[in-house]
């Protein structure tokens, strides 16, 4: 049988012939092409802003900067992400702590975040902002998280890494109306891709600017922006220390031509995700919830095994059928680096539970009904 990747890409004529229309033009980087994909992405999502980026990561870390993160500041998060997610609130030199996750959905849970907010409050010592991840695609709860956070003056980052063309009560992932701040990622792996790349998107004008400021250099070439007279036509002032965390217009092409497909893209693993809750019914498995109020985007079809075969024999098992499961994800407190500053097992029990029964099982749009097929005999023949 031919091997089953746990995701994979789908690029096609007109993607290619995005990225050479580009390769024959004159610009390469900081062109037209970006400013078009970001003009697009602000309207699928339904935001007024967009600023791209050279990944999630950078983005991440340009949203908290923006924010006005620092250091004596905090950043709470989940622990059930991608290192990410927290890492981005420690380059700016803040503090990370977490919250546990409602294990039906791997998702914050919301009645936690209460908890820790009261007990936050009390002790005078709440986060400067909230980072939740809306993980596997499906959206966290954001209307309920969205008024904790106003209620104590909590920003709010949505890491919509897997997100991109999910739906929550109000829209769009990305629309930014129970958030300050929404990113999303273009990694191969994920719903579209430009290769790497990232973009974070807002309705504030004033985060867009300091983004797209801090995004490259800290540069401006806006004389109504610069502090002191303008030289002539080549000049330019640094305001700030930033980054070079720019997209390439060949990245660009690439996501504006993925994004024309994107709900196709979205349909096809939402069918997916319906046959796996068909054909996965009655095993030693936890399925994840089905689409309801939210709409996942379903970038991982993860499960949970609930019978006495390990996980570790599972997965090996799969995979010498050539089947590529995957998990999602090692607790962040639980890597070496966040233990360093004092986190350890049983501090996020819940989330640690998750990841030592998560199996996450091939999800693409390319997948064929006979792939899909072979996975699930593969699994109810490993589970007997």
Not at 290 to 308: C, E, F, I, M, N
Not at 316 to 328: G, K, M, P
Request: hydrophobic fraction near 40%.
């Amino acid at each position: 049988m031919k091997p089953i990747p746990y995701a994979r890409q789908s690029i096609d004529r007109a993607d290619i012939e995005a990225v050479v229309e580009v390769l024959r033009s004159d610009w390469l980087t900081q062109g037209p092409a970006v400013a078009r994909f970001e003009q697009a992405l602000a309207a699928y999502a339904g935001a007024r802003h967009a600023v791209a980026a050279s990944n999630a990561t950078a983005a991440l870390h340009l949203a908290c900067l923006a924010l006005g993160l620092g250091p004596g500041d905090a950043l709470w998060t989940s622990p059930n992400t991608f290192v990410a997610s927290a890492n981005c609130a420690r380059y700016c030199g803040a503090r990370v702590d977490f919250v546990d996750i409602d294990p039906q959905t791997g998702n914050l849970s919301v009645a936690e975040l209460e908890r820790k907010l009261e007990r936050a409050h009390s002790e005078k010592r709440l986060p400067k902002a909230l980072l939740c991840v809306h993980f596997g695609g499906r959206p966290c709860n954001m209307p309920a998280i969205a008024a904790l956070a106003r209620n104590y003056g909590i920003a709010v980052i949505e890491d919509a890494a897997h997100a991109i063309g999910a739906e929550y009560g109000r829209g769009k992932v990305g629309n930014c109306a129970y958030s300050d701040v929404a990113v999303f990622s273009f990694h191969p792996v994920k719903i579209i891709t430009t290769g790497e790349g990232g973009a974070a998107l807002t309705n504030r004008g004033d985060l867009a600017e300091r983004i797209a400021l801090l995004r490259s250099h800290g540069i401006t070439r806006d004389a109504s922006r610069m502090l002191g007279p303008s030289h002539g036509p080549w000049y330019y002032e640094q305001l700030e220390l930033g980054f070079n965390y720019r997209m390439t217009d060949i990245q660009a092409a690439l996501g504006a031509s993925q994004l024309s497909r994107i709900e196709q893209f979205v349909g096809r693993r939402r069918t997916l995700a319906r046959r796996y809750a068909e054909r996965l019914a009655g095993l030693d498995l936890a399925l994840p919830p089905p689409d309801g109020d939210v709409k996942s985007a379903w970038h991982l079809y993860p499960v949970q095994l609930t019978g006495r075969k390990s996980r570790r024999a599972v997965f090996d098992e799969l995979r010498a059928r050539q089947i590529s499961a995957n998990v999602h994800y090692i607790p962040v407190h639980l890597q070496p680096y966040y233990r360093a500053l004092g986190f350890a097992r049983g501090d996020f029990p819940r989330a640690e539970q998750f990841y030592d029964r998560a199996l996450t099982l091939p999800l693409f749009p390319a997948m064929s009904e006979d792939e899909q097929d072979a996975v699930c005999e593969a699994l109810r023949e490993v589970l007997a």
